[in-house]
């Protein structure tokens, strides 16, 4: 509460001197703000008969961001609130509160962030904190960094600070000390001779530890544990490499259920690309690299660092049915993309041309070994396992073929053909053991028709055939949208193959908005499925809702 | 210029130097926790639909002999996981909810967070209530480093004819305390035979055990959800005794030899359990 | 599925009771000195902020070196992921030539995808041949500090490097309206006082 009435006397403080030209000329304010609400109501298809949700009727996430300026110097804060948060987000973030509050000093070579502050170290495998409202995940740095650019090509950075949990104060003997290090150096930057070079080269390395004291009865916890990357970025004429390792010493917690192996991680990508074609490969491979700062934290917070899935994400409704997540304990794949515009005024380009896209990625486990004899796989208090590293484990864990055609056929309109293939393993990433993996087939035709230079129509028809899980599926959507203001859309999806007649039900969803400038006012009333997160190995039921849901989003 | 590279080295290295504890075995921490009169209440909430929870059974089985015997273990069927025919599936046809545990669940918010969670002498840490498993080691050594404030004593005779038990537990509190305290007293039932969704191969057959052992299932809370009232309020001088007797007429599933009466005592307001103790109905 | 007729009133009714009304009283008076704080802000025109972002070979430059010799720049925020997005840069680029001949605008495209698409972006835009000049921010720091939360998000800045004008959300045929606007910058015309 304290600290609530400093910052909005800090706040009521700053209007006058805002108010005052000279002041005015130099100092800058902007800030952007989001308001999401969720209103709950019965539905008996669904089998909801109350009207509550976890014992609610609704929902409220929201926050404000603000930014203030003045030369050198900035500083800003964010105050959010759930109250009470909105289904499918983590009760933790229940309350409210400015969890994020920070200042800066820059200069030509040096930056100083004290209080809150987001950092990448490289691809994120030793470092990566940052914030994703429409996750609820935020596990910012709450300290100090430092960012030295001594010469143009050369970066070193510095942070220390404990993270983000949810609202809890840190305390001692409480969640761990994050500590970090990371330089990187542009070739072709510092050496002179290197500047016109057909060679672009950018070497870098971070070093992390973190500290937390050992308050674990069971088992002796290493207090400081240190992970470190080694990264480049190499451009060769139309060819670009890009690759970092990461290893990490002994980590025991929650995830890995206690082992005692090393962790180490290494994403190399290649590409070539030219005007009209661009191609690019992926491999990835995760061993025990889960990075938390604090070892008993199994839910979607605290992490350190950031492991990338190798997986095309997808956004139409029906493709989005079995998402990807990274499995923090091991995993190995690779990605294939091609990108090519077949030109215009070709045959099959027609005047505006046609764009392919084609993409293949698998993600298959790593192969384990026993540690020793007398353990099993994964023991607690063991070594583990060993696994050879270019080897990959027999489950596949995802795999996807997605075929995507763009075509614009005249200037009113143009449409996307899109055809997946997935091989999705439900078991490990959903938590449904015993069941085999998903392998569904989706295509999704998306038109849009601009019949006035104003207004314009789009509709989509998807479809999802398996004979897994929930089975087939089909979806339809229009959207017709006046610009620069309205939109409406409905939307259906239709569970028609389901094996059971009274789960054959329609999620339909029906919308509208307005937008002016930067402010952007939604609402959208209908059914949303119901699902099951499971998150370190803990299982939570989201229950399938049905209701109205608003959200204003602005930026001043 | 170069001197700064040199520094940024330096501090580098000596960085590196101190951030590695490498740990070498044995790596299980051999303690002794048989001196102290102190019990810790461990609540386990699970259901039989949860794939992630027979590995928490584990764990508070492994706490128990860890802490020589000293934590009170109650599984608490509740919430999605633990309906009766979970996704229409007839070998889930079992139904271990009680209304006890369902207040419980719902007061505490346990299941809302997922299964499995548990509750340890339901204390409120920064996040709440509900504890993850592999939090328990830790919050439980913490509790067992106190002395006890109460001291728990159960006496049960069962009548094998009229299937009716008597229980007299008798609560001393050791220390002057204020507030309201109540007792709670539970059946709790071991070796109970009934399928369970597990997902860990070392534990037992996957996807489902349909010969899992459940036990400690809590069967019913004896004087109600929220127990009954000790003192009523204010302060209870230290030696004060409570006696409270309560009947209970067994129903056919429930097997007096692998049944046990745990009764904890807490404070009204704070809900934080002083006490717990066990006894099993035929002792 | 029947709408509730009378749930329109009785709703709105049923929320305002439930809400803790302190806490949403401070949320609101937060909004108010910021949206107040704002109004002030209109006088002058906000410029770039001092962050580094990444060019799609890797090489880290600050965003306030970006220079257009007086000329109007447009800086859009975008993401693989985000259709309405690449919809919108579909639609510039398609005007790109014409509105550089007449205008000499300049149109930076910010993406902001994270470290698991970041090296598929340089392939992608060479692949649907983009014109312009494509940025990586990978972790958010310019959006950050330039208070972007939805994208698609666009800022047109005038020849001094303020930002007269910016906008979310695409909708077919806005184009035309953000060209008229980069018009009139050209010209040296104040179209921030618009609003």
Not at chain 1, 47 to 54: P, R, V
Not at chain 2, 115 to 142: E, H, M
Not at chain 3, 95 to 118: L, P, Q
């Amino acid at each position: 509460m304290k600290r609530l009435i400093t910052i909005l006397i800090f706040a009521l403080l700053i209007t006058p001197f805002v108010k005052g030209q000279d002041f005015l000329s130099k100092s800058q304010v902007h800030g952007s703000f989001e308001l999401d609400g969720m209103y709950y109501q019965a539905d008996d298809a669904l089998g909801i008969t109350d009207s509550l949700i976890n014992g609610n009727v609704f929902g409220f996430n929201g926050f404000a961001d603000i930014i203030y300026s003045l030369g050198n110097f900035s500083a800003g804060f964010r105050y959010e609130a759930y109250l009470p948060p909105i289904a499918g987000f983590d009760r933790n973030l229940e309350g409210q509160g400015f969890p994020y509050l920070w200042a800066t000093y820059t200069t030509e070579k040096f930056s100083f962030t004290v209080g809150n502050f987001y950092e990448q170290f490289g691809n994120g495998l030793t470092l990566r904190t940052y914030q994703e409202w429409s996750l609820g995940y935020d596990n910012s740095i709450n300290g100090a960094r430092v960012i030295y650019e001594p010469t143009r090509g050369l970066i070193f950075k510095g942070v220390y600070g404990t993270q983000r949990y949810f609202w809890a104060p840190f305390e001692k003997n409480g969640r761990g000390i994050v500590k970090g290090f990371d330089g990187e150096i542009n070739l072709n930057d510092v050496f002179g001779s290197m500047a016109d070079s057909k060679i672009r080269l950018i070497l870098g390395g971070s070093a992390v530890s973190k500290y937390q004291s050992d308050q674990n009865p069971m088992y002796k916890m290493p207090q400081n544990v240190a992970s470190f990357a080694g990264r480049f970025n190499l451009g060769i004429g139309k060819f670009n490499f890009t690759s970092e390792y990461a290893y990490k010493i002994n980590d025991p917690s929650a995830v890995n259920s206690y082992i005692y192996k090393p962790g180490d991680a290494l994403v190399f990508t290649g590409s070539y690309s030219t005007k009209g074609l661009g191609i690019f490969a992926m491999f990835k491979r995760i061993d025990n690299m889960s990075y938390k700062s604090d070892e008993a934290v199994l839910s979607n917070a605290l992490d350190i660092n950031f492991l990338p899935p190798i997986v095309e994400p997808h956004t139409y409704m029906l493709a989005a049915m079995y998402p990807y997540a990274t499995q923090p304990n091991g995993e190995m794949g690779f990605q294939l993309q091609i990108n090519y515009k077949i030109p215009k005024k070709s045959k099959l380009g027609g005047k505006y041309g046609m764009g392919i896209s084609v993409n293949y990625s698998q993600i298959n486990d790593i192969a384990r070994e026993k540690a020793n004899d007398t353990a099993y796989i994964g023991q607690s208090g063991t070594m583990g396992w060993t696994s050879d590293f270019f080897k990959f484990g027999d489950q596949i864990f995802n795999r996807d073929l997605t075929i995507e055609i763009d075509k614009k056929f005249n200037r009113r309109f143009k449409s996307i053909f899109k055809y997946i293939y997935q091989d999705y393993n439900i078991a490990t990433i959903l938590g449904h053991t015993g069941e085999p993996n998903v392998k569904a087939n989706i295509a999704i035709v998306d038109m849009t028709w601009k019949f006035t230079s104003k207004k314009s129509i789009r509709w989509e028809l998807q479809g999802l055939w398996t004979s897994e899980d929930k089975g087939d599926w089909a979806a339809a959507l229009v959207e017709y949208t006046i610009s620069p203001h309205w939109f409406f859309t409905i939307a259906d999806q239709y569970n028609y193959g389901n094996k059971h007649s009274y789960e054959q039900l329609h999620y339909y969803t029906g919308s509208f908005g307005y937008t002016l400038k930067t402010t952007r006012f939604a609402l959208t009333y209908g059914r949303q499925r119901e699902g099951v997160v499971c998150v370190g190995g803990v299982c939570r039921q989201v229950p399938a809702s049905s209701g109205f849901y608003v959200t204003i989003s602005s930026s001043f | 210029m170069k001197t700064k590279y040199i520094i940024i080295v330096l501090f580098l290295f000596a960085f590196i130097i101190n951030s590695c504890d490498k740990v070498s075995p044995p790596f299980v921490e051999g303690r002794d926790y048989c001196s102290g009169n102190k019990k810790v209440l461990l609540e386990d909430y699970t259901g039989h639909g949860c794939n992630n929870c027979p590995e928490a059974a584990v764990i508070a089985h492994d706490l128990q002999d860890f802490f020589c015997e000293r934590v009170v273990i109650i599984g608490v069927h509740a919430g999605y996981f633990a309906q009766p025919y979970l996704n229409g599936d007839s070998l889930l046809s079992a139904d271990f909810n009680t209304e006890a545990g369902t207040t419980w669940d719902n007061y505490f918010g346990v299941s809302a967070q997922g299964n499995p969670n548990g509750l340890i002498d339901r204390v409120k840490g920064p996040s709440g209530y509900v504890i993850s498993k592999d939090s328990w080691a830790k919050v439980i050594d913490t509790l067992l480093q106190n002395n006890a404030k109460a001291m728990i004593t159960i006496n049960n005779e069962f009548n094998i004819d009229t299937k009716i038990l008597t229980t007299s537990v008798q609560t001393k509190f050791t220390e002057d305390v204020s507030g309201n305290y109540k007792l709670i007293v539970c059946i709790t039932q071991d070796n109970i035979i009934a399928p369970q969704l597990n997902k860990n191969e070392e534990i037992g057959p996957t996807p489902m055990d349909i010969n899992y052992v459940h036990n400690h299932v809590l069967r019913k809370a004896i004087n109600g959800a929220w127990g009954e009232s000790l003192n009523g309020s204010g302060t209870v001088s230290a030696n004060t005794s409570y006696d409270k007797t309560y009947t209970q007429e067994f129903v056919d599933d429930w097997i007096p030899k692998n049944c046990h009466i745990v009764a904890f005592v807490y404070h009204e307001d704070t809900k934080t359990v002083l006490q717990a103790e066990e006894l099993g109905v035929l002792e | 599925m029947q709408l509730n007729k009378k749930l329109g009133c009785q709703t709105v009714y049923q929320i305002i009771k439930r809400i803790k009304m302190k806490k949403v009283l401070i949320f609101a008076l937060v909004i108010l000195i910021s949206g107040y704080i704002s109004a002030q802000e209109t006088k002058q025109g906000a410029k770039l902020p001092s962050v580094n972002v990444k060019t799609l070979e890797g090489q880290t430059f600050n965003i306030q070196n970006i220079d257009n010799d007086g000329k109007p720049i447009i800086i859009s925020f975008w993401a693989l992921w985000c259709k309405p997005c690449k919809k919108e840069l579909d639609a510039y680029n398609d005007n790109y030539e014409d509105w550089r001949d007449e205008t000499g605008v300049k149109i930076i495209a910010v993406s902001i995808d994270d470290s698991r698409s970041t090296a598929k972006v340089l392939p992608f835009v060479n692949g649907k041949d983009w014109e312009f000049e494509v940025l990586l921010d990978p972790n958010g720091d310019l959006k950050r500090a330039m208070s972007v939360n939805m994208i698609p998000h666009t800022f047109i800045l005038d020849g001094e490097g303020n930002i007269v004008y910016q906008h979310t959300s695409y909708y077919e045929g806005l184009e035309d309206e953000i060209f008229e606007l980069v018009e009139k910058v050209a010209a040296g015309e104040d179209i921030s006082g618009k609003k």
